[in-house]
């Protein structure tokens, strides 16, 4: 059973806890864009892999997609009412600094003060949701996956199929938990939805219309300018049937200052593009309002941080979003 995979010792020469969280993400991007032009390798060489986790794909009968899922386990046996749980969009990037960052068992040479502190740390399980194309961003099935639908200018010049933000809720919550439930212990009051860009979107997305399915939302640089920034627009009409929510506990949205303020811009299209997009005012606004339907400040943070871009605050939320999950 996967539930008593965490009595796994970890192991302490996993190669990629050794890279820097930047140099690790330019590594796997290397990868999936220039494998075909590799020499020839020695056939011993292995995949790497993080430790103390799982992985397996599985396509969904809600959205027709291929996922790659990736479980990063939880260091002890659950605390009563069962595990709670991250859940975690663009897995393959996020999950890596995640593990980085959160509270691990000790290896042999570890000292007894180091255990204690550990053995301290709250469990939780990381779900981390990608695509089975195995790059760490799949530009074309996240646009599907985690935009809302819209009749708006959709404002993606990358991508031309979206709108498939409330099929993939419900592969997440009747699908895929559905199925995790059958192997862990899970603690139905305690999840908590991590979203960066257009994973930010669909986080706030669902914050606001379903709120229900999740306790605890971080939302890192939303993109909601998406679809003429109709998100934001129409969170107002949605803040009454909020009110009536008690179950959401934490919120936290964060952008960078560089998103829309940058020192300078490197052309007039980028100043353009950011200008348009008002990434820093719509987050801020979003959590405002948020904060007008009488969740205090302590339950909704806006975090705007100085000299961080759009890539920054993924790196930022991966880092702090274990500590957010899993506090008591």
Do not use: C
Request: neutral net charge.
């Amino acid at each position: 059973m996967l539930k008593h995979a965490f009595l796994r010792t970890r192991t302490s020469n996993v190669a990629v806890l050794r890279f820097s969280l930047f140099a690790m993400l330019g590594w796997l991007l290397h990868l999936s864009l220039a494998q075909a032009d590799t020499l020839p390798l020695p056939t011993h060489w292995a995949p790497t892999q993080l430790s103390n986790s799982l992985s397996f794909d599985l396509t969904s009968s809600y959205t027709g997609q291929q996922y790659r899922i990736v479980l990063d386990l939880p260091h002890k046996a659950p605390p009563a009412g069962g595990y709670p749980v991250l859940w975690a969009l663009d897995g393959l990037a996020s999950v890596p600094m995640m593990e980085v960052a959160r509270p691990r068992p000790p290896y042999a040479n570890e000292s007894a003060q180091w255990r204690k502190k550990v053995g301290e740390e709250p469990a939780g399980l990381i779900v981390g949701i990608g695509y089975a194309s195995g790059v760490p961003f799949d530009i074309n099935a996240r646009a599907q996956d985690y935009t809302p639908a819209t009749s708006a200018k959709t404002g993606d010049s990358f991508s031309t199929k979206h709108g498939g933000a409330d099929a993939f809720l419900k592969f997440l919550t009747l699908e895929l938990r559905p199925l995790l439930a059958q192997h862990f212990e899970l603690n139905p009051e305690k999840n908590t939805l991590f979203g960066f860009s257009y994973g930010g979107l669909f986080t706030l997305y669902t914050l606001s219309t379903q709120p229900q399915h999740f306790q605890r939302y971080w939302a890192a640089s939303p993109s909601l300018w998406f679809g003429e920034h109709q998100t934001i627009k129409q969170l107002p009409d949605h803040l009454t049937a909020l009110q009536q929510v008690h179950t959401i506990n934490r919120v936290m949205i964060t952008v960078g200052t560089d998103e829309q303020f940058p020192a300078s811009f490197a052309s007039a299209e980028q100043q353009a593009k950011l200008q348009s997009r008002t990434m820093v005012d719509n987050a801020e606004r979003f959590a405002t309002l948020l904060q007008q339907t009488g969740l205090p400040a302590s339950k909704v943070q806006f975090q705007r941080l100085q000299d961080h871009d759009h890539e920054d605050m993924l790196m930022h939320g991966a880092r702090a979003v274990p500590a957010f999950a899993f506090a008591p």
